[in-house]
C-alpha cells in the first residue's frame, strides 16, 4: 500500500491542486506480475512514478489484475476528494495497463458531472428480471 501511496503522492507533485494551468490527461498505472513493478503514466507515456512491489514479483495468479484493481479502486476512494483536487482536466481516468501497455481495464473515472454506479450491483439479477418480465408479457 505504500508504494501507491508513493506513486499518488508523485502524482499529486506533478499535477497540484489550484494549479493555474490544468492538464488534460487520464493516469495510466501498469501493473507487472513478472518483475512487480508498479509505475504510473500520463497519457503520452511520460513516466510519473515507478517502484516495485516484492509481493507482486513472479505472480502467476489469474486474479492477478483483479487483486490490483480492487487495491486502486480502494484507495482512489479512500481518497477520493485529494484526487478530485488535482489540476488535471475533468473528466479524467486511472486506467490500468499490462507491459504491452494495452488497456485490462478502466478502474476509476473522476468526474464532478457523473454519477458513477456499480455495474456488478447494478446487473445483479438481470437475467432473472429479464425473464421474469418476458414471462409475464407472454402471459398478457
Request: aromatic share 10%; net charge negative.
Given at each position: 500500500m505504500?508504494?501507491?501511496?508513493?506513486?499518488?503522492?508523485?502524482?499529486?507533485?506533478?499535477?497540484?491542486?489550484?494549479?493555474?494551468?490544468?492538464?488534460?490527461?487520464?493516469?495510466?498505472?501498469?501493473?507487472?506480475?513478472?518483475?512487480?513493478?508498479?509505475?504510473?503514466?500520463d497519457?503520452?507515456?511520460?513516466?510519473?512514478?515507478?517502484?516495485?512491489?516484492?509481493?507482486?514479483?513472479?505472480?502467476?495468479?489469474?486474479?492477478?489484475?483483479?487483486?490490483?484493481?480492487?487495491?486502486?479502486?480502494?484507495?482512489?476512494?479512500?481518497?477520493?476528494?485529494?484526487?478530485?483536487?488535482?489540476?488535471?482536466?475533468?473528466?479524467?481516468?486511472?486506467?490500468?495497463?499490462?507491459?504491452?501497455?494495452?488497456?485490462?481495464?478502466?478502474?476509476?473515472?473522476?468526474?464532478?458531472?457523473?454519477?458513477?454506479?456499480?455495474?456488478?450491483l447494478?446487473?445483479?439479477?438481470?437475467?432473472?428480471?429479464?425473464d421474469?418480465?418476458?414471462?409475464?408479457?407472454?402471459?398478457?
Amino acid at each position: 500500500m505504500q508504494v501507491v501511496r508513493n506513486g499518488f503522492n508523485a502524482i499529486r507533485k506533478l499535477f497540484p491542486p489550484n494549479s493555474e494551468n490544468p492538464v488534460m490527461t487520464d493516469i495510466l498505472i501498469q501493473a507487472n506480475p513478472v518483475n512487480g513493478a508498479l509505475t504510473f503514466f500520463d497519457d503520452n507515456d511520460n513516466e510519473i512514478f515507478s517502484d516495485t512491489i516484492d509481493k507482486w514479483i513472479d505472480n502467476n495468479s489469474d486474479l492477478f489484475f483483479d487483486e490490483v484493481k480492487n487495491l486502486l479502486q480502494n484507495f482512489i476512494k479512500e481518497n477520493l476528494e485529494e484526487i478530485s483536487e488535482l489540476s488535471i482536466i475533468k473528466p479524467f481516468e486511472f486506467i490500468l495497463i499490462d507491459d504491452e501497455k494495452e488497456t485490462v481495464c478502466e478502474i476509476y473515472l473522476v468526474d464532478d458531472d457523473l454519477i458513477t454506479i456499480d455495474s456488478e450491483l447494478l446487473m445483479k439479477d438481470l437475467d432473472k428480471d429479464l425473464d421474469d418480465f418476458i414471462d409475464r408479457l407472454l402471459k398478457e
